[in-house]
């Protein structure tokens, strides 16, 4: 194997590298860091804006990385981070410092849960205001992977030339979403078809598109919240090995 680029994992939106509660660690992407340690890759999880919008998320994501190594990386990102990252890269003058970018479970063309929550809402809301100014918590994020915004948003992201784009997305059976993820999975489903709790497939889709892989938005970063363990449950562990095998 050759030279082996450090994998840099790229949380999603609502997301973080790690958070302690009650004295326990707990990491975005559940055991995957560790894994492709064990595997002889160097990893680096970036801790980004949780809620801010693409723009702020992707000046996170610039300054972690130059901060963390001066060679090129590769980068796996889940959700939302694909979109910070596709931003970082075209906008940011990182293109030479990014060889691969992994989309998985990212809205490129946007989430119809996400327009659903924000016309709900509304940016007049008194639950937004309640949110931005008491909570002190940025709804941009929620806002910049709206439908709208995102079909916008790859009209002037372009792609550059040099770098490998590849994605894939999530489908899930029903009954095999998490509990959590079952409204939107079931609205998603109504406005888009096949989902996995929160992005529609054909929005997961960008560049050189990998496939599905039967795994709900959860599931995609190692988590199995749903209490039930089904037989053939994804294994998102093999699943990051196997991209890192692929990069290379």
């Known amino acids: 194997m050759p030279d082996k680029l450090p994998i840099t994992l790229v949380h999603g939106l609502g997301g973080f590298d790690k958070i302690k509660i009650f004295g326990i660690t707990i990491p975005y992407f559940k055991g995957i860091k560790e894994h492709l340690e064990g595997c002889g890759y160097t990893v680096f999880v970036p801790r980004l804006r949780a809620t801010a919008g693409v723009r702020q998320r992707a000046e996170d994501l610039k300054r972690e990385i130059l901060s963390f190594t001066d060679s090129k990386v590769n980068i796996i990102a889940h959700s939302m981070g694909g979109l ?7 906008k940011l003058d990182m293109a030479d410092k990014v060889a691969t970018l992994v989309t998985i479970g990212t809205p490129h063309s946007g989430s119809y849960f996400a327009d659903w929550g924000v016309r709900v809402l509304g940016r007049g809301c008194k639950c937004i205001w309640f949110i ?27 792609d550059i030339d040099g770098v490998k784009y590849l994605s894939y997305a999530g489908v899930q059976k029903w009954y095999k979403v998490n509990f959590i993820l079952q409204i939107p999975y079931w609205y998603i489903r109504y406005k888009a078809g096949q989902n996995d709790g929160l992005v529609h497939a054909e929005s997961a889709k960008w560049g050189d598109f990998r496939g599905v892989v039967a ?20 294994n998102a562990k093999e699943f990051y090995e196997k991209i890192a095998m692929e990069l290379f």
């Open 84 to 90: 910070d990252a596709r931003y970082m890269i075209s």
């Open 132 to 158: 931005e100014k008491i909570l002190r918590i940025d709804t941009q994020g929620f806002i910049d992977v709206t439908t709208e915004n995102c079909n916008e948003f790859n009209k002037n992201i372009l």
């Open 215 to 234: 795994a709900d938005h959860w599931n995609q970063i190692g988590w199995k919240i749903f209490p039930r363990e089904w037989p053939e449950r994804f």
